[in-house]
């Protein structure tokens, strides 16, 4: 019983919601640099090296995806031994987890390698005087994989010990850097070589910055380098399914624009991936929460399943509705948006990319809950399964639309996936966990929830700013109202009148 109380005062709802936010400062801060700094960097890059340096932050910023589901594995490993105030054996675990990323990210930069040249010179369209420039980039950002990967292993350390503040704070700076940094660059260069080995230094030093916090939320691991081969099993055994899911994913998220790259220029890449490297960020959101949430259901699953329904349904719920107006706004103002803030060969060439893009955004969004529900709770391999299912599917849909109607069909099919994705998840969800999780009433707040998305179709489809505006507002209010009305309790509406009293 002291076990399952101190799980949850561990993860209770305060701590959550405040690490959330945490998480998602994290995030949203250096969304707002890369808003204000991305405009300079096309200037001064011009779109065919801004489209390859689009390239060098998928690689660099998200590579720590292919770990094999090792960190995430250490994230949930960790917290049950904190949970079960068994902090003995934390050391050894976080040890041989790290030996095991390195061995694997090292055979991944090695491989790496040996595929660029194929990659710059055969299949993404460069033109002939970047490419030796875009080639000697990316060999360094080879080089680099084994120190992103094993970053994620020592945050995931720290995400097990709720240490968030820390972490988002160290979030904060590199986000602000990864945009910053090559815009000092263009001070003296516009050669991509210079751009990624700043890009390169900074996670190193980022990397230290990790490990020595590691080191002081526990001191033994300072000290015991302890590898334990009999860890391996139990550590592979979490990771295994979460392998797949880590491989499959990065691919589908970013083979949209390799496939445009190869098959219409890098130049497009910029039309598309711009609106999306924007529009995807409003996944902070989401991501700030199940960060969280991740080692909460690991935690409170077994133990108590109500209280993992609680944390599901509220999810969702807060996810929903913080998502919802925000992509509305988007999808009412795409074009002006794109005017304003790039010009008008923007606001023609990537407005429908963008809220095709934003639409998908939204599902994707509340796909995040059963997602990690899922792997939460033990149970990666359905959401492994379904992605494995699904990709060839993808491959094929993503190469025609492409072929056939260019990047706002890669937006299109992209969507689609989300939406798919999204009622998948859901339902596997229902099906695995308590199934009252998300049994569908119909209440006149649902009701009065379907009225205003039906009507917020008429501000999308209007050309006119101005009667834009007057529709969208009352639309909002609305919205806020029925919300507060229908979808809250009286302790989440207490609690809410207390912030905003404050």
């Not at 994620?152 to 979030?171: D, H, M, T």
């Not at 815009?183 to 996670?203: G, K, Q, S």
């Not at 108590?304 to 988007?330: E, G, Q, R």
Request: proline share 4%; glycine share 6%; net charge positive.
């Amino acid at each position: 019983m002291n076990r399952l109380d101190n799980s949850q005062n561990f993860y209770s709802g305060h701590l959550i919601a405040k690490n959330s936010i945490y998480n998602l400062l994290g995030y949203g801060i250096p969304l707002i640099v890369a808003v204000i700094l991305i405009p300079p960097l096309i200037s001064g890059l011009g779109e065919e090296r801004f489209g390859l340096l689009n390239l060098a932050w998928i690689i660099i910023g998200y590579f720590s995806l292919f770990d094999f589901g090792i960190g995430r594995a250490l994230t949930k490993i960790v917290a049950e031994k904190i949970g079960a105030r068994n902090f003995n054996e934390i050391p050894s675990i976080f040890w041989t987890s790290f030996y095991m990323m390195l061995f694997v990210s090292a055979i991944l930069a090695v491989l790496s390698l040996f595929l660029i040249p194929i990659i710059i010179k055969d299949f993404i369209k460069i033109s002939e005087g970047l490419q030796n420039e875009a080639l000697n980039s990316f060999y360094l950002l080879a080089l680099s994989i084994p120190i992103v990967v094993t970053t994620a292993g020592l945050r995931g350390f720290l995400e097990a010990y709720q240490k968030f503040s820390v972490i988002n704070i160290i979030r904060t700076i590199l986000g602000i850097f990864s945009f910053l940094g090559p815009v000092i660059c263009l001070l003296f260069t516009d050669n991509l070589f210079w751009i990624v080995l700043l890009l390169i230094v900074t996670r190193i030093v980022i990397w230290l910055v990790y490990l020595v916090q590691c080191f002081k939320i526990n001191s033994r691991a300072k000290f015991t380098f302890q590898y334990n081969p009999q860890l391996i099993k139990l550590i592979l055994r979490i990771s295994g399914w979460m392998t797949i899911t880590n491989l499959i994913v990065p691919i589908m998220i970013y083979l949209d624009r390799f496939m445009i790259g190869a098959l219409i220029s890098a130049t497009a890449i910029t039309f598309y991936a711009t609106p999306y490297e924007v529009i995807s960020k409003l996944l902070l959101i989401p991501g700030a929460l199940t960060g969280v949430l991740f080692p909460a259901f690991s935690a409170s699953y077994v133990q108590n399943p109500d209280y993992t329904k609680k944390l599901s349904y509220s999810s969702v719920k807060y996810i929903f509705f913080l998502i919802s107006p925000l992509i509305l706004i988007i999808l009412t103002f795409a074009y002006e948006g794109m005017y304003l803030w790039l010009g008008e060969k923007f606001a023609e060439n990537s407005t429908l990319v963008l809220q095709f893009l934003a639409l998908g955004v939204l599902f994707n969004s509340l796909a995040y809950i059963p997602f990690s529900f899922l792997q939460g709770i033990g149970k990666p391999d359905i959401v492994a399964k379904l992605q494995i299912f699904e990709f060839p599917i993808y491959l094929f849909a993503i190469w025609f639309a492409i072929r056939s109607y260019g990047i706002e069909g890669a937006a299109f099919v992209w969507f689609m996936r989300m939406v798919i994705d999204a009622l998948v998840l859901f339902w596997m969800m229902w099906r695995i966990g308590p199934n009252s999780i998300f049994r569908f009433k119909l209440k006149k707040g649902q009701i009065f929830l379907l009225l205003i998305i039906l009507i917020s179709i008429v501000p999308v489809l209007t050309k006119d700013v101005v009667l834009k505006t007057v529709i969208i507002v009352p639309i909002l209010l609305s919205f806020t109202f029925i919300f507060y009305k229908y979808f809250l309790d009286k302790i989440e509406k207490d609690y809410l009148l207390s912030i905003i009293k404050r």
